[in-house]
C-alpha cells in the first residue's frame, strides 16, 4: 500500500476502503470565459483496477453540468487515504477525454477509431503513470446523443457518406461538446497549471482549460488507420483539422 513520506498520510487501510463508498463533494468555482460559474463535484465510487496498461483507480463522478456523468481512470505516484490520487512532483500529468463511444469502444464497430485510441492512451498514461482518462458518456456523438450518432452511422453504412458528411447532414453543428467539467475535475484533484499535458488529436479541447488557467502541453495520439477506418481518419484530417497519419 501507497504511504508517502509525509507523515499526515499513512497507508490505506480498509476502513478507507468502504468510506470512499460514499460521496466526495466539493463545490469547484470555473470559467466560462469572462463568466464565472460553479459547479458541484462529486465522487461517488473509487476503486483500483488492474489492466494489461497497468493499474488504475478507476472512479465515477456526478456533476451538475450538462453532461453529468464522469467516468476518470485514474494512474498516480500513489493513492491517499481517500483514494484520492498523489501525483509526482515536477511530472506532468497526461490527460485525455472520451466521448463514450459505445459502437466503436464496446460493440468493435469498424467506422470509427475510439477503441484503439482508448487502448492507446490507457497504455500512454499507464506507461508515463501519471495522468487522467475521463469519459463523457453524455457526450456520444460529439455532443448530440445516441439518435443523431446512430443516424450517421446509417449513413455511412448505406449510402456511403464519411464521418464528416453524415454528421452534417444529422445535426446543424458538428461538435457540441464542451470540457468545463473536465477543467472542474482537474481542479477537484488539485491540479495547477502547467501540470497538464493533452492526449489527444484535435486541439479543440484546450479552449477550455486554458480559460481555467491552465497551459496544456499536447501530446498527439497517433492511431494507424487500416482498411476499414481510412476514410474516416481521411475526414478527419481534412474537415475536423485532426493531427493524423495516414
Ligand atoms: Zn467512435
Given at each position: 500500500m501507497f504511504s508517502n513520506k509525509n507523515d499526515k498520510m499513512r497507508s490505506i487501510n480498509e476502513k478507507d476502503i468502504i468510506k470512499a463508498s460514499k460521496p466526495k463533494s466539493s463545490t469547484i468555482q470555473v470559467s466560462y470565459g469572462k463568466a464565472k460559474k460553479k459547479i458541484k463535484v462529486t465522487r461517488y465510487a473509487a476503486g483500483p483496477i488492474s489492466t494489461p496498461y497497468g493499474k488504475f483507480m478507476l472512479c465515477e463522478f456526478r456533476l451538475n453540468d450538462r453532461w453529468k456523468d464522469y467516468e476518470v481512470l485514474v494512474a498516480a505516484k500513489g493513492f491517499d487515504n481517500n483514494l484520492m490520487p498523489v501525483f509526482e512532483n515536477g511530472k506532468t500529468v497526461y490527460l485525455k477525454?472520451?466521448?463514450?463511444?459505445?459502437?466503436?469502444?464496446?460493440?468493435?464497430?469498424?467506422?470509427?477509431?475510439?477503441?484503439?485510441?482508448l487502448l492507446e492512451s490507457m497504455k500512454i498514461i499507464g506507461k508515463h503513470g501519471s495522468g487522467l482518462l475521463i469519459t463523457i458518456p453524455n457526450q456520444e456523438g460529439r455532443g448530440h446523443g445516441f439518435a443523431r450518432k446512430y443516424a450517421t452511422l446509417g449513413l455511412q453504412e448505406y449510402f456511403g457518406y464519411d464521418t464528416y458528411e453524415a454528421a452534417k447532414a444529422v445535426n446543424k453543428k458538428i461538435?457540441?461538446?464542451?470540457?468545463?467539467?473536465?477543467?472542474?475535475?482537474?481542479?477537484?484533484?488539485?491540479?495547477?497549471?502547467?501540470?497538464?499535458?493533452?492526449?489527444?488529436?484535435?486541439?479543440?479541447?484546450?479552449?477550455?482549460?486554458?480559460?481555467?488557467?491552465?497551459?496544456?502541453?499536447?501530446?498527439?495520439?497517433?492511431?494507424?488507420?487500416?482498411?476499414?477506418?481510412?476514410?474516416?481518419?481521411?475526414?478527419?484530417?481534412?474537415?475536423?483539422?485532426?493531427?493524423?497519419?495516414?
Open positions: 477525454t472520451d466521448s463514450g463511444c459505445r459502437s466503436g469502444e464496446i460493440y468493435l464497430d469498424n467506422t470509427c477509431t475510439c477503441r484503439q485510441q461538435d457540441i461538446r464542451d470540457y468545463y467539467g473536465v477543467a472542474a475535475l482537474l481542479k477537484f484533484f488539485g491540479l495547477e497549471s502547467g501540470s497538464i499535458t493533452v492526449v489527444a488529436n484535435n486541439l479543440s479541447k484546450l479552449k477550455e482549460l486554458k480559460e481555467n488557467g491552465y497551459d496544456p502541453k499536447l501530446k498527439p495520439l497517433e492511431i494507424k488507420a487500416d482498411r476499414h477506418t481510412t476514410k474516416h481518419l481521411k475526414a478527419k484530417k481534412e474537415h475536423l483539422g485532426e493531427i493524423v497519419k495516414i
